[in-house]
């Protein structure tokens, strides 16, 4: 399974690199539909995998100056509590319910990934200063008082999701990033990749501790697999057709999400 595992890192990797997103809402329906892995299992090792690839997707992006460290910081303030609640909320829920939680979990992740397929969808076709017209695209510009606390907010709201399903770091947030924010899109990308590794990375420390049987191995292969991934992705990502892509993006997750439900 090893030479699978980082196939699937390789091409979830590229997506990262390129879009800011994938991390989580991919790997996710790929470990519990092709690997068959436990969904409880998978926040923790799907955790586990976004924190590592996410840091080296930042890294790349920081040294490519497309990065807003303020908002990412402030949004950061508000998602790493909020994802550490969660990850100890679903944590108290498997010892209370047992085995029964495997399928609840497989369902919120199922939900979780068809509003991040929506989310992409709108981050792909809409835009907030020129709702349709891509040469309208916001440019970067100074953070005031209510971008901050609505930074705040947002990291509250999504963290806690995020720690709950591991699923909606990038596109909900990224989503957040392209609507509300004056950032340019090579920003939103850089941007959205950095608070991903700052709220991912303690969320997967934590789930290292509460979180049962969570396969280091695995997620070895698959950062073998998506660290050239997501620096491949990272270069790419000025070149590529970015609506073309995101839109593939979203409707691989609409089928993800309804293969994790069992609708096929």
Request: proline share 3%; charged share 10%.
């Amino acid at each position: 399974m090893g030479i699978e595992l980082i196939v699937a890192g390789v091409i979830v990797g590229i997506l990262v690199g390129a879009t800011g997103m994938g991390a989580g809402s991919l790997m996710a329906p790929v470990l519990i539909t092709f690997f068959n892995v436990p969904a409880l299992s998978v926040v923790g090792t799907d955790l586990l995998y976004s924190g590592a690839s996410k840091a080296v997707g930042a890294w790349r992006h920081r040294t490519l100056d497309t990065v807003n460290t303020q908002l990412a910081w402030w949004m950061a303030s508000g998602s790493i509590p909020a994802s550490l609640v969660g990850i100890a909320v679903l944590h108290r829920l498997a010892i209370a319910e047992g085995t029964t939680i495997q399928n609840d979990v497989r369902y919120g992740i199922g939900v979780a990934l068809m509003a991040v397929a929506a989310a992409v969808a709108i981050r792909t076709f809409v835009t907030v200063r020129g709702l349709w017209d891509a040469r309208l695209l916001p440019a970067d510009g100074e953070l005031t008082s209510r971008h901050r606390v609505i930074a705040v907010a947002i990291g509250v709201v999504f963290g806690f999701v995020f720690g709950l399903t591991s699923v909606g770091a990038g596109a909900f947030f990224g989503m957040a990033l392209i609507l509300l924010f004056p950032l340019s899109a090579k920003r939103v990308v850089g941007t959205d990749l950095y608070h991903g590794a700052l709220v991912t990375i303690p969320a997967a420390v934590a789930s290292y501790f509460l979180l049962p049987h969570l396969e280091l191995l695995n997620v070895l292969y698959l950062m073998l697999g998506s660290t050239p991934g997501i620096l491949i992705g990272s270069q790419l990502a000025a070149a590529l057709p970015e609506r073309a892509l995101r839109g593939s993006l979203a409707t691989v997750l609409a089928l993800s999400a309804l293969k994790t439900l069992g609708a096929f």
